[in-house]
């Protein structure tokens, strides 16, 4: 900076010295004022805004009015000897976003903000549509309704892989594959990668057993297994997250649901 200064003397006016400095105090000063002025609470989240960490927050305790048992109530799925059990929500929310308010309402320009809630019960396969107020901090039950199947949340995917996993004669058939392509054995399920999507009834009509066909209304997924090689295996297991239960095994590449070793066949959606 002396430097800086000692060369402007000698090339520029005076005046011209004082503005340049004038202007280099002032952009400082806006420099060091503004973390100062970030440092305090940030906007209330208003119209369009997505919901904020707070408005999540009380939202989702606002979900305990849609729920007919308590947070903490699990289903266990029945073990194959020598797996672990694994067990799941008795009730899933699935989905929590802001309420899309109607083009009247916009129009006024300002509104009270509102959030959706969806919750899945799987004890009669029922998806719960509720409606959190922020002004109110009251939730209302929409409607209630069967066969609507919103996209899967992380949770219900993290069922479904430990599910598959859990499954005996999926599990000896994936481990088999497993080894032929990698030369290593299967020990985790971390060593491969599940693409978990929502299975709907009628998506293959000719290889659908009846277990599979009461995806119509069970909530199911089906999943895509990959090695750490991005080596995809030939087993295409549907999941039922209502019975928890690997329902079939579809073969990736073939015509007809696959048997699995030992004997052992999910045709019909037994374990």
């Avoid at 305790?61 to 029945?78: E, F």
């Avoid at 009730?91 to 919750?119: C, P």
Wanted: aromatic residues 6%; glycine residues 6%; negative net charge.
């Amino acid at each position: 900076m002396r430097n800086l200064l000692h060369i402007l003397l000698r090339v520029l006016p005076r005046w011209s010295i004082i503005v340049f400095l004038v202007l280099v105090l002032a952009s400082a000063g806006v420099a060091l004022a503004a973390p100062a002025s970030q440092l305090g609470a940030s906007a209330a989240s208003a119209g369009l805004d997505p919901l904020s960490p707070d408005e999540q927050a009380r939202a989702l305790a606002g979900a305990a009015a849609l729920r007919s048992v308590s947070a903490a109530a699990v289903r266990t799925a029945q073990a194959d000897p020598g797996q672990v059990a694994v067990t799941a929500p008795a009730e899933e929310l699935v989905l929590l976003e802001r309420h899309q308010e109607s083009k009247d309402v916009m129009a006024a320009g300002a509104w009270a903000r509102r959030a959706d809630l969806f919750l899945y019960r799987y004890a009669d396969d029922t998806l719960v549509h509720g409606l959190y107020d922020y002004a109110t901090g009251q939730t209302t039950v929409i409607e209630e309704v069967q066969g609507v199947q919103l996209p899967l949340s992380d949770g219900e995917r993290a069922t479904a892989i430990a599910l598959a996993f859990a499954d005996t004669p999926l599990h000896a058939q994936m481990a088999d594959e497993y080894r032929l392509i990698t030369g290593n054995a299967l020990t985790s399920a971390a060593q491969l990668d599940f693409r978990v999507f929502n299975y709907h009834a009628g998506s293959n009509p000719e290889m659908e057993t009846p277990a599979v066909q009461a995806c119509a209304i069970n909530r199911c997924a089906q999943l895509l297994i990959l090695t750490d090689q991005n080596v995809t295996l030939r087993a295409l297991p549907i999941v039922n997250l209502s019975t928890m239960r690997v329902v079939s095994v579809l073969p990736f590449d073939v015509g007809q649901p696959s048997d699995v070793q030992n004997g052992h066949t999910h045709s019909e959606g037994g374990n």
